[in-house]
Each structure stands twice: as C-alpha cells, then as structure tokens.
T-cell receptor
Framework: AQSVTQLGSHVSVSEGALVLLRCNYS??????LFWYVQYPNQGLQLLLK????ATLVKGINGFEAEFKKSETSFHLTKPSAHMSDAAEYFC????????????WGLGTSLAVNP | DAGVTQSPTHLIKTRGQHVTLRCSPI?????VSWYQQVLGQGPQFIFQ???????GRGNFPDRFSARQFPNYSSELNVNALLLGDSALYLC??????????????FGQGTRLTVV
C-alpha cells in the first residue's frame, strides 16, 4: 500500500527566506510523486511532478523538489519565499500502471510573514 | 481552452437527501477522477473513470456512485446524505492511462454542505 507523510501541518517563514516543505512516501512499486498547491476556496494546482529520469524536478513559481529514493523523500523547496506563496501544499503519490488514483498527504499550510 | 468545470459551485442539502455533482473534463481528456476533501484534510480518492468504465474505487460506502458519459463528462451521486458528507468535492481530468499521461488537472470543486 502507498502512503504519504507530510511533516509539519503548519510552516511559517519570513518573506525572502528559504521554504522547505517535507514529504516522505511509502510505496511497494516505483512511484509517481506530485506537489500540488491549493489557495483558499480553490481547487488544486500542480506545482511539479516526478515520474522518471532526473531526480531534481523544477516546477512553477520557482519551486523545485528532489526525489531521493534512499530516503523515500520528495521535499519541496523554494529559495526565497514570496507573500503570494501562502497557501496549502499537498504531496501526493500514485502508482505506475493503470490505477492512477492519487494518495495524498494531509497537507502543510505555509504562512509567509512580511 | 476551458479547464475542468464543475457544477454547482456550492450546494446545501438536508440529511437524507440525494445530490448529483457534475464535471466536464478538459477537451481531449478521457479520464475523470473524483475526490472528497473534508475541511483541513487532504483529498480522499472516491472514483476513477476511463473510457466510461470504472477503473478505481476508494473506500467509500455504496451511497456514493458515479458514471461517465460518451462525451467523457461525469456525474457523482450521493444518496441518503449524512452530515459527514459535507466537504469539497473535486473532479480531476487527465488524458489517459499511458505512462506519460500522469498529470491530473483539477476543477474548482463543489462545496457541499449537509444540514
């Protein structure tokens, strides 16, 4: 069975500081990994994804994540936080193959302080 | 191009009633998935449909059902509503089942409140 653990339900950073949101997964098969962002009262927007190939993945809005198989991690980072980054962030995993349901973490709420 | 559209955006129902939520995928996408997101939690998978066939089902009671139409739009039906069914219901579409078609595009969701 697959599962996702996001460490820290709330993260607060200062504007311009490094953003680090942690995600660990468990999967018995090679996973596809995703980070989504959700702004208040809105749907989910894909930030980036890892399927195969390069383990450092660059996404939108300056975010990136690195797939580390040995650590079963897929942490999300951004060098310099912006006020507009304040949102809920979700890490998700899906299986390769035909069953593409996404298994989600509980989310991390990011606050950016001026 | 239109993204994933869901209707209605908000809905209030009484316990015991029935509700139908609708989703139109992005043009050309053949796969639709439904998720339930309770306030403060991550989404939970309900159903996936591909080419009008159910391809996956989450751990939800039989009160929840869905279908996909020939134009790939989809409906989620919930019978005998309970207070605990209050949530944001998200629809996601993707191109298909192939290795490269991994990105799911989400609609804005339908906010269901059961009173």
């Amino acid at each position: 069975a697959q599962s996702v653990t996001q460490l820290g339900s709330h993260v607060s950073v200062s504007e311009g500081a490094l953003v680090l949101l942690r995600c660990n997964y468990s999967s018995s098969v090679p996973p596809y990994l995703f980070w989504y962002v959700q702004y208040p009262n809105q749907g989910l927007q894909l930030l980036l994804k890892y399927t195969t190939g390069a383990t450092l993945v660059k996404g939108i809005n300056g975010f990136e994540a690195e797939f580390k198989k040995s650590e079963t991690s897929f942490h999300l980072t951004k060098p310099s936080a912006h006020m507009s980054d304040a949102a809920e962030y979700f890490c998700a995993v899906s299986r390769t193959g035909n069953n593409r349901k996404l298994i989600w973490g509980l989310g991390t709420s990011l606050a950016v302080n001026p | 191009d239109a993204g994933v559209t869901q209707s209605p955006t908000h809905l209030i129902k009484t316990r015991g009633q029935h509700v139908t939520l609708r989703c139109s995928p992005i043009s050309g996408h053949k796969s639709v998935s439904w998720y339930q997101q309770v306030l403060g939690q991550g989404p939970q998978f309900i159903f996936q449909y591909y080419e009008k066939e159910e391809r996956g089902r989450g751990n939800f009671p039989d009160r929840f059902s869905a279908r996909q139409f020939p134009n790939y739009s989809s409906e989620l039906n919930v019978n005998a509503l309970l207070l605990g069914d209050s949530a944001l219901y998200l629809c996601a579409s993707s191109q298909g089942q192939g290795a490269m078609n991994t990105e799911a595009f989400f609609g804005q969701g339908t906010r269901l409140t059961v009173v």
